[in-house]
């Protein structure tokens, strides 16, 4: 058997009908169809820890986290999840909570039916649902207690605990090949396989097709890329992407955004977790502030004003333009809350800080409100720019102060009040 036929014969039988993407409820959150991408993340707490996993949840979402999801992974854990569903509603926070199962998800929820009916969403791993001989009972237990209550199921595959009957099936099979395929393209054929079999097997117990969520996810760029462009075309289900243990610091950054916003501008994916390990007792914030940085950069939907400032050069030794840039940032990172409840479509506003006359002028006319710094050299004035038009010209030491205020006035001129 050649590569090719090894690949079709692998997948052929898993192909579904090719529609658009069903939309899938999650508590007051709708994914996939012609909604907009969602954001999740995933609490650290210990869940038992109750009123910690409560104010991680409201810190999360006041962010702008849609999904939140929490550990269950015990009866404790399982015990508390109506009681900070409860807490979450008493104080006016109706965010869809999803539970994270691993090994023991049937029984947890069986044993637990509170957990079951409070929790908006299942999460399952195919990969540990249990072994050759225990995994259709566990994952059959798992879906009928789904349907019982009504609750959709993202499948979620991931490359760390991969169905290893499966795949040492595969590999079997590979090794009796004349040409046997690369384990990187193994282990991608496996994955994709395992999850769309997990989504044949889950409607063929009755869960409905606009119950589930897929996912499969691994840390490699190029391989998470290559997995999500087929499992687009295998299944219309929605499709949660991210990488699943991106790692630390800029590297994770770069890599998430890669990755995710790549399959976002080619319209795949319709959910999005960016996996961070966060610094020692740092917040999962961060998770949420990067997605939505994605989110905003290739245009899907604004979540705040840009501020676009040069990065400098020789021209510009000056550390002024650096100084109001952030000033301007600091200023509106600190007054956004305020403008959204207080104006509509606040979040489109464009800022422009130049340093020198070289793009100052023209970048700051492409912005709603601009400014040039002078440069080295250059007359010791700063023109402002509103709507592409030169507005006035700053000079003196109270540049910065007198931005900030032009920019106070230009919303308040051009921008809708809110009526409540």
Same mark, same amino acid.
Request: a positive charge.
């Given at each position: ?16 009908? #090719? ?8 508590? /007051? ?27 991680? $949840? ?66 399952? /791993?195919?990969? /540990? ?25 993202? #499948? ?39 999850? %769309? ?12 097709? /606009? ?39 800029? !590297? ?41 940085? $994605? ?25 002024? !333009? ?13 007054? %956004? ?12 506003? &464009? ?33 402002? !720019? ?19 205020? $032009? ?8 921008? &809708?009040?809110?009526? !409540?």
């Amino acid at each position: 058997m050649t590569t090719n036929h090894l690949q079709k014969s692998a997948l052929q039988d898993l192909r579904f009908l #090719i529609m658009n993407k069903h939309t899938v409820s999650v508590g /007051n959150i709708k994914i996939g169809g012609s909604n907009p991408v969602v954001i999740q993340t995933m609490t650290n707490s210990l869940t038992p820890d109750i009123k910690e996993t409560v104010n991680q $949840i409201i810190e999360l979402y006041n962010e702008g986290a849609e999904i939140v999801r929490v550990t269950v992974n015990d009866i404790e854990s399982a015990k508390s999840i109506p009681i900070i569903k409860n807490q979450l509603i008493q104080k006016q926070y109706n965010v869809p909570i999803v539970g994270d199962f691993h090994f023991n998800g049937h029984k947890l929820l069986d044993s637990v039916p509170d957990c079951a009916v409070a929790l908006d969403k299942y999460r399952i /791993n195919p990969g /540990n649902v249990g072994n050759l001989k225990n995994y259709d009972r566990n994952f059959t237990k798992f879906i009928e207690i789904a349907c019982k209550y009504n609750k959709p199921v993202r #499948i979620g595959v991931n490359w760390g605990s991969l169905d290893q009957n499966l795949l040492k099936d595969m590999m079997d099979s590979n090794l009796k090949l004349e040409n046997p395929l690369p384990n990187s393209e193994l282990i991608k054929n496996a994955l994709i396989r395992s999850c %769309i079999q997990s989504e044949k097997q889950a409607i063929d117990i009755g869960l409905s097709k /606009n119950k589930i969520i897929l996912s499969c996810k691994v840390s490699n760029v190029n391989l998470l890329i290559d997995i999500y462009k087929k499992l687009d075309k295998l299944s219309n289900c929605p499709l949660h992407i991210g990488l699943t243990e991106a790692g630390v610091g800029e !590297f994770a950054l770069v890599s998430s955004s890669i990755a995710i916003g790549y399959l976002l501008k080619q319209k795949i994916g319709n959910t999005i977790r960016v996996s961070l390990t966060p610094e020692k007792k740092g917040s999962r914030k961060q998770e949420v502030k990067i997605a939505k940085h $994605i989110i905003q950069s290739i245009g899907l939907k604004n979540y705040t004003p840009s501020v676009n400032s040069c990065p400098g050069c020789g021209r510009t030794s000056n550390t002024y !333009f650096q100084e109001l840039a952030k000033e301007v940032q600091l200023f509106v990172d600190q007054s %956004i809350t305020s403008w959204k409840k207080e104006y509509i479509g606040i979040e489109n506003l &464009k800022i422009a800080v130049m340093g020198c006359v070289v793009n100052g002028p023209g970048e700051s006319k492409h912005a709603d409100i601009g400014i040039s710094l002078p440069g080295n050299g250059e007359a010791p004035v700063a023109p402002v !720019f509103i709507d592409g038009q030169h507005f006035k010209t700053l000079k003196g030491e109270t540049i910065s102060l007198d931005f900030i205020e $032009i920019i106070n006035s230009y919303i308040k001129k051009n921008y &809708k009040q809110t009526t !409540f």
